[in-house]
Nanobody, 121 residues
Framework: QVQLAESGGGLVQAGGSLRLSCAASGSMFSINEMDWYRQTPGNQRELVASITSGGNTNYADSVKGRFTISIDNAKKTVYLQMNSLKPDDTAVYYC???????????????WGQGTQVTVSS
């Protein structure tokens, strides 16, 4: 089993920055992709940014130019640098990992518990 530990959420003023971290732990697993999602009450969970183990990235249009996702393969940790934060960035942010047993072929999905990001106006 893979466990995801998130950190870095908090309260920030509009225009400020936060850096989220998500460390994947377990044994004998290989990461294919790690993503950040976010969700507000009454809304669907939406994809914010994704990155493959090879470093290929994708972003939601709403965060392009402001957020940067990166991965440290040795640490099995994904980061989300959030700059120029806006009040509508306020949400619970969830880390996602798609991974497989190191010597297997079946990829599985794992989710973090979520971390609150609040941006004040």
């Amino acid at each position: 089993q893979v466990q995801l530990a998130e950190s870095g959420g908090g309260l920030v003023q509009a225009g400020g920055s936060l850096r989220l971290s998500c460390a994947a732990s377990g044994s004998m697993f290989s990461i294919n992709e790690m993503d950040w999602y976010r969700q507000t009450p009454g809304n669907q969970r939406e994809l914010v940014a994704s990155i493959t183990s090879g470093g290929n990235t994708n972003y939601a249009d709403s965060v392009k130019g402001r957020f940067t996702i990166s991965i440290d393969n040795a640490k099995k940790t994904v980061y989300l640098q959030m700059n120029s934060l806006k009040p509508d960035d306020t949400a619970v942010y969830y880390c996602y990992c798609n991974a497989r047993y190191m010597y297997g072929s079946t990829y599985r999905n794992y989710w973090g518990q979520g971390t609150q990001v609040t941006v004040s106006s």
